[in-house]
């Protein structure tokens, strides 16, 4: 068997060999719309129904972007709940502190009668 070694100048060996290292570094993937939503539909079902990564937080992302108003009348729907119920309570207090007082007024008027009578 004959080995045979080729030799090149630098010059043509510039023209054969890439020098500029483009291979090592990581390269950055460009996503497009187009391919997000191929990914999207791909793992679709492994994407969880609530929590940090999830449908819920895409919807909402998506809602609040859009000004959804039928997001918006949600959040609206739930503040005014919040707020009847913390009205409810306060109310309910409120009813049970004057029955107190009211007791107590009754049971300081009839001890009043009872010494003006004695």
Known sequence: MKLT??????????KLIDRNFNEIGKKRSIITIAGFFKMYKDIFFRIPKTGTNSHTTLYNDSA???????????????????????????????????????????????????????
């Open 5 to 14: 070694k080729k030799t090149f100048l630098t010059t043509e060996a510039d």
């Open 64 to 118: 609040a972007f859009l000004e959804d108003p039928q997001s918006s009348n949600q959040q609206k729907l739930k503040r005014q709940n919040k707020e009847i119920k913390d009205l409810q309570s306060q109310i309910s207090e409120l009813t049970h502190k004057n029955e107190m007082l009211s007791s107590t007024k009754v049971s300081q008027e009839l001890e009043i009668h009872k010494l003006k009578q004695s």
